[in-house]
C-alpha cells in the first residue's frame, strides 16, 4: 500500500533521535520500533521496551539478536514506565496500540492503561523530545481506545506539547491512526 502509519511514524523518530539518546519503545510489540531506536542511538545510547505478553518480548529480543542489538527489554505495562526512567530524560517514546499481530487477539491495549502511559511519557519527555502513536483499532478491540485517546489528546497542555493527529481521508476500513506529539 506504499506510504504507511508504520514508515510516517519511522520517517519522524529519524528525524528527530540522535546518537546517545534515551529512547523508549512502550509497546514492543515485534521488536521492529525496538530495532530502529537502538540503530539510531547507537552504542552510546539507550532503548528500554516494554510489553505485557512474553511472546512479544521473545520476538523483541530474537530480533535484536539477529541485527547485533541491544536493549533493556522488561515484560511490564507501559504505564509502569516511569519506574524504569527519570521525567524529562526521554529524547523519544514510541507507542503502537492495539494488538500484536500475529498474536492472541484476546489481547490488546485498552485505553485504562494507554492513557496513563500516554500521561507518563509525557512527564519522561524532555524539552525538544518527541512521542509518537500509532493507533490501531477496530475489530476485536473496537473504537473505545481510539476514541478515548483521540479525546485525551486535546486535553494536553499546548504551552508545553504540539499535537499533531493524522487523518487517512481516502483509505478504505480502520487505518491506523498517526499521531506525532513534541514537548516544547
Not at 527489554?73 to 521525567?87: F, L, R
Not at 492472541?104 to 492503561?113: A, G, K, L, Q, Y
Not at 473504537?143 to 487517512?168: C, N, P
Request: proline share 4%; glycine share 10%.
Amino acid at each position: 500500500m506504499g506510504y504507511n502509519t508504520l514508515s510516517m511514524a519511522h520517517d519522524f523518530i529519524k528525524r528527530y533521535v540522535k546518537a546517545g539518546g534515551l529512547c523508549i519503545d512502550a509497546t514492543a510489540g515485534r521488536g521492529r520500533d525496538t530495532a530502529l531506536l537502538c540503530e539510531l542511538v547507537g552504542a552510546e545510547g539507550t532503548v528500554l521496551a516494554f510489553d505485557v505478553q512474553p511472546s512479544a518480548i521473545e520476538q523483541t529480543k530474537m530480533l535484536l539478536d539477529e541485527r547485533g542489538l541491544c536493549a533493556q527489554v522488561i515484560q511490564d505495562s507501559h504505564a509502569n514506565m516511569e519506574q524504569y526512567a527519570q521525567p524529562e530524560s526521554a529524547d523519544c517514546i514510541v507507542f503502537n496500540f492495539g494488538r500484536l499481530p500475529g498474536g492472541d487477539p484476546e489481547i490488546f491495549t485498552t485505553e485504562h492503561s494507554s492513557i496513563p502511559a500516554i500521561a507518563t511519557g509525557l512527564r519522561l519527555l524532555k524539552r525538544g523530545g518527541i512521542m509518537s502513536l500509532s493507533i490501531y483499532y477496530g475489530g476485536a478491540n473496537g473504537y473505545a481506545e481510539r476514541d478515548a485517546i483521540l479525546a485525551y489528546l486535546r486535553t494536553i497542555d499546548d504551552k508545553q506539547f504540539s499535537v499533531l493527529v493524522g487523518d487517512w481521508a481516502n483509505r478504505a476500513g480502520d487505518p491506523p491512526i498517526p499521531v506525532f506529539i513534541w514537548k516544547e
